[in-house]
Structure formats: C-alpha cells, structure tokens
C-alpha cells in the first residue's frame, strides 16, 4: 500500500488591516457579500469565501497562506484559536478582501477549482493584549501562548491558512 505523503505547493505572506472586525479570503470569480452566519463562530463562511472575525483590538494581522497537495500536518505550536472550513472555490483565484479597502489579489496557486478545505490557526501579540473574543455574546480576554514572535512581526495578530483541495468535482452551474 502506498502512502499519500502532503507536499506544500506554494505559500504566500503578506499583511492586512481587518476593518469592522473582519477580514476574508474570497474567489474573485465569485460576487461576494457578507454571509449570512452565526457570529457565534470565529469562521464565516459563504459559496467562494470565507471570513475570519478578529477581536476589535485587532489593526494589522499577518497572514500565510499555504497551498498543500493533500491534508498538510498537523501543527504542534500552540495557538490561540483553530477553526476548519469546507469551501467551493470555482475560480481558484484568490484575494484577501476587507470592507474598508477591497480586495487584494493573492498569486497563491492552487491544484483546480473544486471543494477545498481551509485549517485557520491565529494568534495575538501578548505584547498588545489583552484581546477580547469578538464573538456574540462573548468579552472575554482570549488566550494569548507564546511562541510566533516572528511571524507577528510586531503586528496584533498572525494568521496561519492551510488551503487543499478534497475533490476536484463543482457544486456550482458553469
């Protein structure tokens, strides 16, 4: 029996400026909105987008996003959240979108469009905290580890998107 091994296909690292509380990696082939969703979870998610919501605290986050072969290893760094999400991607065209700025186009190459799942990992800067749950119903001071100074780069919040492709088949008419 041969063994599926994951390979890392391509990363992108860039920075955003969440704006009401949000940021989201969207397909650009998609027109997008703001999804209707239980603000109880951290993940939004709608046909071709996904967003995450960040505690009001929050001004700038980095971000990577990989891009993997099949489901990537699990991380053993502590963090302060994790959440997955399945998500169509008809387009494979990718960009970070806010309310206040737009979209920023993202040259992450991805296999094909299709069903994809995404594994979000974030965590804070115990420098800028204490950083409250941005969730409904929830003030609570959020748990902030150590680790990934370098990836904060000085900023609120590092977000870490595992991005693989789990079918190659479209939900959506051409």
């Given at each position: 029996?041969?063994?599926?091994?994951?390979r890392l296909l391509d990363v992108?690292?860039?920075?955003?400026?969440?704006?009401?509380?949000?940021?989201?990696?969207?397909?650009?082939?998609?027109?997008?909105?703001?999804?209707?969703?239980?603000?109880?979870?951290?993940?939004?998610s709608a046909p071709g987008m996904?967003?995450?919501?960040?505690?009001?605290?929050?001004?700038?986050?980095?971000?990577?996003?990989?891009?993997?072969?099949?489901?990537?290893?699990?991380?053993?760094?502590?963090?302060?959240?994790?959440?997955?999400?399945?998500?169509?991607?008809?387009?494979?065209?990718?960009?970070l979108e806010t309310v206040d700025?737009?979209?920023?186009?993202?040259?992450?190459?991805?296999?094909?469009?299709?069903?994809?799942?995404?594994?979000?990992?974030?965590?804070?800067?115990?420098?800028?905290?204490?950083?409250?749950?941005?969730?409904?119903?929830?003030?609570?001071?959020?748990?902030?580890?150590?680790?990934?100074?370098?990836?904060?780069?000085?900023?609120?919040?590092?977000?870490?998107?595992?991005?693989?492709?789990?079918?190659?088949?479209?939900?959506?008419?051409?």
């Amino acid at each position: 029996m041969r063994c599926l091994l994951s390979r890392l296909l391509d990363v992108f690292e860039t920075a955003v400026s969440p704006s009401y509380r949000l940021f989201g990696l969207v397909d650009t082939t998609v027109d997008t909105y703001h999804p209707n969703s239980d603000h109880a979870n951290w993940l939004l998610s709608a046909p071709g987008m996904v967003y995450l919501q960040v505690p009001p605290q929050v001004i700038r986050a980095s971000v990577r996003l990989e891009s993997w072969s099949t489901v990537p290893p699990e991380s053993t760094a502590q963090w302060s959240g994790r959440e997955d999400v399945e998500l169509e991607l008809p387009g494979c065209d990718l960009a970070l979108e806010t309310v206040d700025c737009g979209q920023e186009a993202i040259p992450l190459v991805l296999p094909s469009p299709g069903l994809y799942r995404m594994r979000w990992h974030w965590i804070f800067n115990r420098e800028g905290g204490p950083f409250t749950s941005p969730l409904a119903g929830r003030r609570e001071p959020l748990p902030m580890p150590p680790g990934h100074e370098e990836e904060l780069n000085g900023n609120d919040q590092y977000c870490l998107v595992q991005i693989w492709r789990t079918t190659a088949g479209r939900r959506f008419p051409s």
